[in-house]
DNA sequence: TACGTGATCACG
DNA sequence: GTGATCACGTAA
């Protein structure tokens, strides 16, 4: 079952970082599946400076300021896809970003996306999720239910197994950087800094 | 630890 | 226009 709109619109996005854990997430790329169970996020608020709204509406992040679930993916460093779920209301610019997936369908062409033989950890970190799927800047502003790149309804994760800790790669945030918005599912060997 | 890589953003 | 910066990954 594919989640709705009522999951992410109006949510808060530290809610919703929390629920996505153990949730798939799909793609369809000239018809071929690829499927992995999200086993990390980060919850963004525009409220705090770590977040692409702090400053306010850009053009690349326009669609965060749009209502919840739909897309927002961004080129990160000129080389990494980088995949994000819009959550709340329009105006209210939050998100989750993606961190890692544990593979579960099409690991064959994840693989081969990926260009290795060995299935490790080959989904564990933010810009190799999107590249294993073959997630780009084009479904960037997308519901999440369309027949591309959605997300369903996958294994329920007791609330004993998410762990918080500070988000990645956002020191420039200053105190921001301290906030527990990282969620891992604990123990699984697929997070990106094990 | 260092650096590739290119869009984006805040300046003028 | 231009330059600094960046929600990363890999090699070393």
Same mark, same amino acid.
């Given at each position: 079952m594919k989640l709705e709109e009522s999951f992410y619109a109006g949510k808060d996005p530290v809610k919703v970082a929390k629920a996505l854990l153990g949730k798939f997430i799909f793609t369809r790329i000239r018809g071929k599946v690829t499927a992995g169970m999200i086993v990390e996020t980060e919850a963004y608020s525009?409220?705090?400076? &770590?977040?692409?709204a702090y400053r306010g509406k850009t053009k690349r992040n326009?669609?965060?300021?749009? &209502?919840?679930g739909v897309s927002y993916v961004y080129l990160c460093y000129g080389i990494h896809h980088l995949f994000n779920v819009v959550t709340n209301d329009?105006? =209210?610019?939050d998100a989750v970003l993606i961190r890692a997936l544990e593979p579960k369908i099409g690991e064959d062409l994840m693989l081969k996306r990926m260009k290795t033989?060995? !299935? #490790?950890? =080959? #989904?564990?970190g933010p810009g190799k999720l999107t590249k294993a799927l073959g997630i780009? =800047?084009?479904?960037?502003?997308?519901? !999440?239910?369309?027949?591309e790149l959605w997300i369903e309804e996958g294994l329920p994760i007791s609330k004993k197994k998410i762990k918080a800790s500070a988000r990645i790669g956002?020191?420039?945030?200053?105190?921001? &950087? !301290? !906030?527990?918005w990282r969620f891992t599912i604990e123990g699984n060997v697929w997070v990106s800094k094990p």
């Open positions: 525009y409220r705090e400076r &770590a977040s692409h326009r669609v965060m300021f749009g &209502a919840g329009a105006g =209210i610019a033989k060995k !299935l #490790t950890r =080959i #989904t564990s780009n =800047i084009k479904h960037n502003g997308k519901p !999440l239910w369309e027949d956002i020191d420039y945030a200053g105190s921001d &950087a !301290l !906030l527990p």
